[in-house]
């Protein structure tokens, strides 16, 4: 068998195989991924794509797998071995998952690999453009220092993100540093323009298969909650415009703010049932 890693280089090959959300993502700066191989054979028969978590801060380096596929068994425990290889060599303490469901096959080599496995609420609330655009807070104009990116030189959305950066801020992202202005939606996306300076963003992504997922949401005192208020605001008009009504809206419960914020807009919404797990890495 054969070992390749899957990269911004190669995933043309893997275009037909791999998930399109997923295969979006390959290149970004601390995703990884490899592949196992029959000799002589173009298709995967075992593959993992992870994600490093706190690569480049003063904690401990985790890591995500953001998505697992195993044909066969032997091939995944391979697989699991050179992942472990991988992993170590960024020094990562512990590996976890969340996936919407795990067939027999990935199931028990994970569970072989040392990890725990055990049905979960999501972090992810998942809603809809219309849900959104039924929210009271709709109705009210925002003020005009409330703009698109599209607004915005590249020079002053840097200066923005460094902000952010500096008040540790990052939202779901890991390379929030790294990812250009294209990355998001320019039109759903907006900003807080104080003095032509950058005081805030709401910054949302659109994944390949068309969900809109919110990646940041970030505001500077003075008046941060209004400021944070006029944004969601903005971005849902924005987004009501642009799409259509039943395009689906991903609101993830990554710090207590988000989750406090997502619960006062959607106190009813739960996350639906996954597959939770992981494991501390310990290497000899």
């Not at 032997?74 to 992993?87: P, V």
């Not at 992810?124 to 009271?136: G, K, P, Y």
């Not at 006029?230 to 809206?249: H, Q």
Request: charged share 35%; hydrophobic share 40%.
């Amino acid at each position: 068998m054969e070992i390749r890693k899957i990269t911004d280089d190669n995933i043309d090959e893997y275009e037909d195989f791999i998930d399109e959300d997923i295969a979006q993502s390959i290149g970004r700066e601390f995703y990884r991924s490899i592949a196992i191989h029959d000799d002589g054979e173009e298709e995967p028969v075992a593959a993992v794509v992870w994600e490093l978590k706190d690569f480049e801060e003063d904690r401990d380096t985790e890591a995500e797998i953001e998505w697992l596929y195993i044909k066969d068994p032997k091939a995944g425990d391979m697989l699991m071995e050179e992942y472990k290889n991988e992993i170590m060599d960024d020094e990562v303490k512990r590996s976890f998952f969340e996936f919407e469901s795990m067939d027999k096959n990935s199931s028990a080599v994970i569970k072989k690999s040392g990890f725990t496995a055990e049905k979960a609420e999501s972090r992810d609330i998942v809603v809809t453009v219309e849900d959104l655009n039924n929210l009271s807070l709709v109705k009210k104009k925002t003020p005009p220092y409330i703009t698109s990116i599209n607004d915005l030189m590249v020079r002053q959305f840097r200066k923005g993100i460094t902000n952010c950066l500096f008040h540790s801020r990052k939202g779901i992202l890991e390379d929030l540093a790294f990812l250009p202005m294209s990355w998001y939606d320019s039109d759903v996306s907006c900003c807080v323009q104080t003095d032509e300076k950058v005081n805030g963003f709401l910054l949302v992504h659109r994944k390949a298969s068309g969900a809109l997922v919110v990646d940041l949401l970030f505001a500077l005192e003075p008046d941060a909650k209004i400021n944070l208020l006029n944004m969601i605001r903005y971005s849902i008009n924005a987004a009501y415009d642009k799409f259509p009504p039943e395009t689906e809206v991903i609101l993830r419960k990554h710090n207590g703010m988000t989750e406090a914020l997502i619960h006062k807009l959607f106190p009813n919404k739960k996350g639906a049932e996954v597959i939770k797990g992981e494991k501390k890495e310990e290497y000899e």
